[in-house]
T-cell receptor
Framework: KAGVTQTPRYLIKTRGQQVTLSCSPI?????VSWYQQTPGQGLQFLFEYFSETQRNKGNFPGRFSGRQFSNSRSEMNVSTLELGDSALYLCASSLSMGQGDYGYTFGSGTRLTVV | AQSVTQLGSHVSVSEGALVLLRCNYS??????LFWYVQYPNQGLQLLLKYTTGATLVKGINGFEAEFKKSETSFHLTKPSAHMSDAAEYFCAVAGGGNKLTFGTGTQLKVEL
């Protein structure tokens, strides 16, 4: 069974631009979460979607947004990119909410570099 | 609120030696605890998790962890290190929904 698919794997953008990252969860998984990983801040929670609704949000500015479609695929968008947005963005899917019961499966991530 | 502290950002062991990676947690509710491994340029792979029940949890690749409530710890061990275990390891806690709070990670180096 296919895992969590994130596209693209690598991305280079210029400061001030916007970017959209895509995540396709495991078939049947309805919960998708996004994390940002940087050397300085480590792994930080961005947001979580379940049944097309944002259920939880981390402490990130409004430039970071996301959405989930009816097929559970998710996108996240970062507008007005800053150098500090350079990071590995990880998507994770789960059957449902309630991490302890179902567990996450992570994708390989999208490496975003802002120049 | 939940938090995780991983003691030691870098750990080095010899091949065949015991691996011990330390994790202490703080949680205002009964925690769900996890260990993930990350290889270079890859995502996170779940090694094991504790939810309820047995406090000694066995995971993949010979790893195990013991939940000790009195010590608020969830240390990861493996009896005999292999070169392929070299990676970064993250301890995480979940207290509500699917949000994970991660530790800062421990880079494991395995030497011949």
């Amino acid at each position: 069974k296919a895992g969590v698919t994130q596209t693209p794997r690598y991305l280079i953008k210029t400061r001030g631009q916007q970017v959209t990252l895509s995540c396709s969860p495991i078939s049947g998984h309805r919960s998708v979460s996004w994390y940002q990983q940087t050397p300085g801040q480590g792994l930080q929670f961005l947001f979580e979607y379940f049944s097309e609704t944002q259920r939880n949000k981390g402490n990130f500015p409004g430039r970071f947004s996301g959405r989930q479609f009816s097929n559970s695929r998710s996108e996240m968008n970062v507008s007005t990119l800053e150098l500090g947005d350079s990071a590995l963005y990880l998507c994770a899917s789960s059957l449902s909410m309630g991490q302890g019961d179902y567990g996450y499966t992570f994708g390989s991530g999208t490496r975003l570099t802002v120049v | 609120a939940q938090s995780v502290t991983q003691l030691g950002s870098h750990v080095s062991v010899s091949e065949g030696a015991l691996v011990l990676l330390r994790c202490n947690y703080s949680s205002s509710v009964p925690p769900y605890l996890f260990w993930y491994v990350q290889y270079p340029n890859q995502g996170l792979q779940l090694l094991l998790k504790y939810t309820t029940g047995a406090t000694l949890v066995k995971g993949i690749n010979g790893f195990e962890a013991e939940f000790k409530k009195s010590e608020t710890s969830f240390h990861l061990t493996k009896p005999s290190a292999h070169m392929s275990d070299a990676a970064e390891y993250f301890c995480a806690v979940a207290g509500g929904g699917n949000k994970l709070t991660f530790g800062t990670g421990t880079q494991l180096k395995v030497e011949l």
